[in-house]
T-cell receptor, first 114, second 111 residues
């Protein structure tokens, strides 16, 4: 019973390039959350998705960032025209449809911008 | 504004000690509160989840309590071991399911 799978584990991009981060939720989980952990800071919520729907994107920067969770395949967090300040660890979590269940986290993608 | 604070920020104790980590939250209308541990370079491991209607949860050497009226939760670790060394995070869930994380307590247990 695999946990939340994120890939890649490490991603290096140059300023101006695009970064795509992938997340496969645990089997049976239909809710996906993305969080960002900046160096020496706590985790901050970015976006909450269910299959084919964005439920809450209040933590997403207004520009350059987008997220999707298609009917088939993993959830994708996309960052366009990356800047140095995007360097962080990006974590994905998933939970089942039943309310009030714990969120299970992946090992994260560490994004470095050169 | 919903904020979660953890004290102390760092803690270093000898093996075998019982210890308490503190978490406080400004908005008491939580759905649940979750405690996690994070090892360096790793993701988060869920330790305990306390529903808003519960007062405490126990798992092995860990016990978490919740006092909504005072906006506080504590994580009690009994008989600490070097393998308990990690960063401990508490997180509150409100009506949208997103988690509001605390700043973390970095724990080191030395032999």
């Amino acid at each position: 019973n695999a946990g939340v799978m994120q890939n890649p584990r490490h991603l290096v991009r140059r300023r101006g390039q695009e970064a795509r981060l992938r997340c496969s939720p645990m089997k049976g989980h239909s809710h996906v959350y993305w969080y960002r952990q900046l160096p020496e800071e706590g985790l901050k919520f970015m976006v909450y998705l269910q299959k084919e729907n964005i439920i809450d994107e209040s933590g997403m920067p207004k520009e350059r960032f987008s997220a999707e969770f298609p009917k088939e395949g993993p959830s994708i967090l996309r960052i366009q025209q990356v800047v140095r300040g995007d360097s962080a660890a990006y974590f994905c979590a998933s939970s089942p449809e039943i309310v009030n269940q714990p969120q299970h986290f992946g090992d994260g993608t560490r994004l470095s911008i050169l | 504004k919903q904020e979660v604070t953890q004290i102390p920020a760092a803690l270093s104790v000898p093996e075998g000690e019982n210890l308490v980590l503190n978490c406080s939250f400004t908005d008491s209308a939580i759905y649940n509160l979750q405690w996690f541990r994070q090892d360096p370079g790793k993701g988060l491991t869920s330790l305990l989840l306390i529903q808003s209607s519960q007062r405490e949860q126990t798992s092995g050497r860990l016990n978490a309590s919740l006092d909504k009226s005072s906006g506080r939760s504590t994580l009690y670790i009994a008989a600490s071991q070097p393998g308990d060394s990690a960063t401990y995070l508490c997180a509150c869930s409100y009506n949208t399911d997103k988690l509001i994380f605390g700043t973390g307590t970095r724990l080191q247990v030395f032999p």
